[in-house]
Antibody
Framework: EVQLVESGGGLIQPGGSLRLSCAAS????????MSWVRQAPGKGLEWVSI???????YYADSVKGRFTISRDNSKDTLYLQMNSLRAEDTAVYYC??????????????????????WGQGTLVTVSS | QSALTQPASVSGSPGQSITISCTGT?????????VSWYQHLPGKAPKLMIY???KRPSGVSNRFSGSKSANTASLTISGLQPEDEADYYC???????????FGGGTKLTVL
């Protein structure tokens, strides 16, 4: 069974740093694309970052230069290092597995982009 | 403000059908068939309900269906059941550096 469990959230002062973890089970993190998505209080979801199976990383403009996504293949764990935190980073942070292709019922390769499994999230509150 | 526009709330009685719209732009929904929908209950992990506009993952009830016309995608739930009460989010993959854009979410109330 695929499971994703986030941890590491908490209350942090503006300008501070925090590292979130996402422990995966039921699949191999390094063989998949993985993402972080966040939801600010009362707001919709916002994509934050992605790491490809090859290790390439990309970020939303709102966090570029401050957040770093990484993984520990030996632990099947995804991380999000968050530096220079701002009040607007306050949100529940979810990790999610990304599907980029599949084989349909006829056996044909299909490109796609969606999140098939999510964790329950961890709350980050940036406040003095 | 979310990139995709969804109604804040919809409601229906058990057994009825409802449709949630998701309006994007020519940069996402209109040109992209990578629209997906997620069901989210507070404190729980979001659950994939529809991907690639119309496809249902294994285990998702066939009461859930997706469609798209131009820049508006839709999620239809037929035969509403009390357990369908949740928040629903649409998302579209984009060709820009944003990667994915999300809707603001729709709260479904089963009366």
């Amino acid at each position: 069974e695929v499971q994703l469990v986030e941890s590491g959230g908490g209350l942090i002062q503006p300008g501070g740093s925090l590292r979130l973890s996402c422990a995966a089970s039921g699949f191999t993190v390094s063989s998949n694309y993985m993402s972080w998505v966040r939801q600010a209080p009362g707001k919709g979801l916002e994509w934050v970052s992605i790491i490809y199976s090859a290790g390439t990383t990309y970020y939303a403009d709102s966090v570029k230069g401050r957040f770093t996504i990484s993984r520990d293949n030996s632990k099947d764990t995804l991380y999000l290092q968050m530096n220079s935190l701002r009040a607007e980073d306050t949100a529940v942070y979810y990790c999610a597995r990304v599907v980029t292709y599949y084989y349909d019922s006829s056996g044909f390769y299909r490109e796609s982009y969606y999140f098939d499994y999510w964790g329950q999230g961890t709350l980050v509150t940036v406040s003095s | 403000q979310s990139a995709l526009t969804q109604p804040a709330s919809v409601s229906g009685s058990p057994g009825q059908s409802i449709t949630i719209s998701c309006t994007g732009t020519t940069s996402d929904v209109d040109i992209c068939d990578y629209v997906s929908w997620y069901q989210h209950l507070p404190g729980k992990a979001p659950k994939l309900m529809i991907y690639d506009v119309t496809k249902r993952p294994s285990g998702v009830s066939n009461r859930f269906s997706g469609s798209k016309s131009a820049n508006t995608a839709s999620l239809t739930i037929s035969g509403l059941q009390p357990e369908d009460e949740a928040d629903y989010y649409c998302t579209s993959y984009t060709s820009s550096s944003t990667y994915w854009v999300f809707g603001g979410g729709t709260k479904l109330t089963v009366l």
